[in-house]
């Protein structure tokens, strides 16, 4: 059974930072694409940041590019978002992700954590 479990939201200044965490299991990694896609009130759902994990290869949004890292650690099989310069439109809800192909829709999701910036 694929699990994503996120864990790491919460409520922050703007201009703090926040490290997401995202466990799986089930899945072989090596073959996957993991990413974050983020969710506002009354908002599209929204790439944020991708990983291939093999390659180490990293895709960012524009509007986070300079102040979020994407990253996994092979060990624990968990990919971070570290979040910094955090801004008020950052506001949602954050899902990780993983999906066996290198670009398209995601086949996992998980159940979400909710970051909130404050003015």
């Known amino acids: 059974q694929v699990q994503l479990v996120e864990s790491g939201g919460g409520l922050v200044q703007a201009g703090g930072s926040l490290r997401l965490s995202c466990a799986a299991s089930?899945?072989?990694?090596?073959?996957?694409?993991m990413g974050w896609i983020r969710q506002g009130a009354g908002k599209e759902r929204e790439f944020v940041a991708s990983?291939?994990?093999?390659?180490?290869?990293?895709y960012y949004t524009d509007s986070v590019k300079g102040r979020f890292t994407i990253s996994r650690d092979i060990a624990k099989n968990t990919v971070y978002l570290q979040m910094n310069s955090l801004k008020p439109e950052d506001t949602g809800v954050y899902f990780c992700?993983?999906?066996?192909?290198?670009?398209?829709?995601?086949?996992?999701w998980g159940q979400g954590t909710q970051v909130t910036v404050s003015s």
């Open positions: 990983i291939l994990w093999n390659s180490n290869v990293t």
């Open positions: 089930g899945l072989i990694l090596s073959n996957y694409r």
């Open positions: 992700t993983a999906s066996a192909r290198l670009a398209g829709e995601w086949n996992y």
